[in-house]
């Protein structure tokens, strides 16, 4: 199994950026998607979650500002982030899962500078 994620990189506060996770390995349809993110020093924290039909969950940190999404037909899901702040920074991670099936991707890094 794996899960990629890119799209990350140094943005201005304010800014906005597309993260992608794309997966293989899986049979994406089943899965649902999430994502996560640790800054340094602190605990990963989750961030968004989509499930297999479609339905969204969002941290309260990011409501209104990211949006999750999901292709299946690529095997990938998407996490778009708009109105970022520094305290958005840190290595994003995606993950899947189903039933007991879990896993978690090698994480890209977002940097949000004021």
């Known amino acids: 199994v794996q899960l990629q994620a890119s799209g990350g990189g140094l943005v201005q506060a304010g800014g906005s950026l597309r993260l992608s996770c794309a997966a293989s390995g899986i049979t994406f349809g089943y899965y649902a998607m999430g994502w996560y993110r640790q800054a340094p020093g602190e605990e990963r924290e989750w961030v968004a979650r989509?499930?297999?039909?479609?339905?969204?969950d969002y941290a309260d940190s990011v409501k209104g500002r990211f949006t999750i999404s999901r292709d299946n037909a690529k095997n990938t899901v998407y996490l778009q982030m708009s109105s970022l702040e520094p305290e958005d920074s840190g290595v994003y991670y995606c993950n899947s899962r189903w039933g007991t099936n879990d896993y978690r991707g090698q994480g890209t890094q977002v940097t949000v500078s004021s």
């Open positions: 989509i499930s297999r039909y479609g339905i969204t």
